[in-house]
T-cell receptor, first 114, second 116 residues
């Protein structure tokens, strides 16, 4: 069975410092992994996705994530935080099997300190 | 291409009433999924429709139902509303080429439902 765990419910960083949002997954098959961002009162926007191509995935707004199969992790990083990055981030796993269910993590709220 | 649209954006109902929410997917997308988002439970999967058939279903009571039309537009219905049904309901679509390979979902802005 699939599952996804976002290790931190809240993360606070100062503007201009690096961001690390952690995600671990469990999957019986070959997973697709995604990060979505949700700004207040908005829908979800795709940041990036991994689908068994390159393990280092670059997304929008300077975010990237690395798929590490040995650690079953897909952590999201950004070298330098910006005030506009304050939002909730969701890690998502989807298995490439017939059921193709999509599982969302509980979310990590990112706070940017001036 | 226009994105996923959801109507209405905001809705206030009272306990015991029923509600119907609508979702229009991106043109050409045949898969539509519905999610409920609450502060306590986070994002929870309700169901997915593909070509007018329910393909996957989450763990919600039978009061929650949906359907999809031949033009891929989808509706979600909640009967006998309870206070706990207050939530943001999100709809997402993906292209039929991607359904079997876990590809990208595109989300609408959501319908915020308040049950009094």
């Amino acid at each position: 069975a699939q599952s996804v765990t976002q290790l931190d419910s809240h993360v606070s960083v100062s503007e201009g410092t690096p961001v690390l949002l952690r995600c671990n997954y469990s999957s019986s098959y070959s997973p697709s992994l995604f990060w979505y961002v949700q700004h207040p009162n908005k829908g979800l926007q795709l940041l990036l996705k991994y689908t068994s191509a390159a393990t280092l995935v670059k997304g929008i707004n300077g975010f990237e994530a690395e798929f590490k199969k040995s650690e079953t992790s897909f952590h999201l990083t950004k070298p330098s935080a910006h005030m506009s990055d304050a939002a909730e981030y969701f890690c998502v796993v989807s298995d490439k099997n017939r059921d193709d269910k999509i599982i969302f993590g509980k979310g990590t709220r990112l706070h940017i300190l001036p | 291409k226009a994105g996923v649209t959801q109507t209405p954006r905001y809705l206030i109902k009272t306990r015991g009433q029923q509600v119907t929410l609508s979702c229009s997917p991106i043109s050409g997308h045949r898969s539509v999924s519905w999610y409920q988002q609450t502060p306590g439970q986070g994002l929870q999967f309700l169901f997915e429709y593909f070509s007018e058939t329910q393909r996957n279903k989450g763990n919600f009571p039978g009061r929650f139902s949906g359907r999809q039309f031949s033009n891929s537009r989808s509706e979600m219905n909640v009967s006998t509303l309870e206070l706990g049904d207050s939530a943001l309901y999100l709809c997402a679509s993906r292209s039929d080429r991607e359904v079997s390979s876990g590809e990208t979902q595109y989300f609408g802005p959501g319908t915020r439902l308040l049950v009094l």
